[in-house]
């Protein structure tokens, strides 16, 4: 009988290493002598099934320190009792066992890293449907109160004709004979052994001889949908709504799918929303500027009365708090903001004219002669 390696020296680690650096070493050894790789190569194999021992014991804290102890006859039969006896005579057990450190790797879940050769095919009994996703458009004024939209949309629900089996009426799903059951094909390619999907059954491992003329074999039929989801105030461009059970039927009796209502807000013609603030340009008439004075304008929910200030300039901006939109994080809403703008006649009439001469010649400003239109304009 020969004589087993030390778990170190096969890792090719410290004593003192950490968790990481041997799960590391472990990886890399694999990797190297995976049997995928070396298809056929007895010695690859055994020491592929070596170095899946060394990371058993050495990955785990208690058996570490087992061994560490007492080394290799820590683990033989009588030896503290542990039941663990060392090494694997079957492939699948170390991919069981330690398809995370596969999965890890590859950036994806367990099992074998080529092509899942030992992986798993698609599940056949109840699944979830799908989600939906459906944009829905509203109007500025609309947000800023609770409501409702209706939406309108076609997606797949469960057969009620064959009880979502796609089978018809007195037959029932058999094994597919592509891939007997396993839903995937496998392929030898060089040093490497794929699996793909078998396409015969879609992965499912079943195929129906005799489909439901509803649904063509499928479980699902198309049908058009009506519903109203509330839309809470305060809703903005991007916002989701997630509506669950309202998506695609389920497959086999399964749940169905979440809707997703993603919110698009018209642009308005005066208003212009930032966040839970309402923007605006005001224009106001050039003697409000300098005397100031009230405004009514039309808002969004209402009127407004804007109180101008006396000696206001172009630019300055009149904040009406309150006035924005709600937030949806709290009851609270933001402020609405007015940009002054001078609004400034085309004509004056020959008594206007005259009043601003003397405004003018009051103020010291040298204007245009009379024979020119208003401010220097040619008549």
């Known amino acids: 009988m020969s004589t087993k390696r030390d778990y170190y020296e096969i890792l090719s680690v410290e004593r003192t290493s950490d968790g990481d650096t041997i799960k590391k070493a472990y990886r890399k050894l694999a990797m190297q002598y995976h049997p995928d790789r070396n298809p056929g190569d007895k010695a690859a194999e055994d020491k592929f099934k070596e170095a899946a021992e060394a990371y058993e014991v050495l990955s785990s804290p208690e058996k570490k320190e087992k061994y560490d102890r007492f080394g290799h006859q820590a683990f033989q039969q009588g030896a503290g009792g542990s039941g663990y006896h060392g090494g694997f005579t079957d492939m699948n057990d170390i991919f069981s066992q330690f398809g995370d450190v596969f999965g890890d790797f590859f950036g994806g879940g367990g099992g074998s890293p080529f092509g899942q050769a030992r992986g798993q095919s698609r599940p056949r009994g109840p699944r979830k449907g799908s989600d939906l996703r459906y944009i829905t458009e509203v109007e500025l004024a609309s947000v800023l109160t609770d409501g409702e939209k209706q939406v309108e949309f076609e997606t797949d629900e469960h057969c009620s004709d064959c009880n979502g089996s796609g089978a018809a009426k007195g037959s029932q799903a058999v094994t597919c004979k592509v891939c007997k059951g396993q839903g995937q094909v496998i392929r030898q390619q060089g040093f490497f052994t794929m699996a ?79 966040g839970d603030h309402l923007f605006a340009d005001l224009d106001i008439a050039f003697e409000q500027f300098m005397l100031g004075g009230e405004i009514k304008v039309d808002g969004l929910d209402g009127e407004i009365e804007v109180d101008v200030p006396r000696g206001a300039q172009p630019g300055d901006q009149i904040k009406i708090s309150g006035r924005g939109v709600p937030s949806l994080r709290g009851s609270r809403r933001g402020d609405l903001l007015f940009t002054l703008h001078p609004e400034f006649p085309k004509k004056v009439s020959g008594e206007e004219e005259a009043l601003l001469r003397q405004l003018a010649e009051l103020r010291k400003i040298n204007v245009g002669n009379e024979k020119k239109g208003f401010f220097g304009r040619k008549k």
């Open 196 to 274: 793909t999907t078998c396409s015969s059954c879609e992965g499912t491992g079943e195929t129906i001889e005799n489909p439901c003329k509803t649904c063509h074999g499928k479980g699902r039929a198309k049908v058009k949908r009506k519903i109203k989801v509330n839309l809470p105030a305060g809703v903005d461009n991007g916002t989701r709504l997630r509506i669950q059970g309202e998506g695609e039927g389920g497959y086999k009796g399964g749940p169905a799918g979440d809707l997703f209502v993603e919110i698009r807000v018209k642009e308005h013609d005066v208003y212009e929303r930032e």
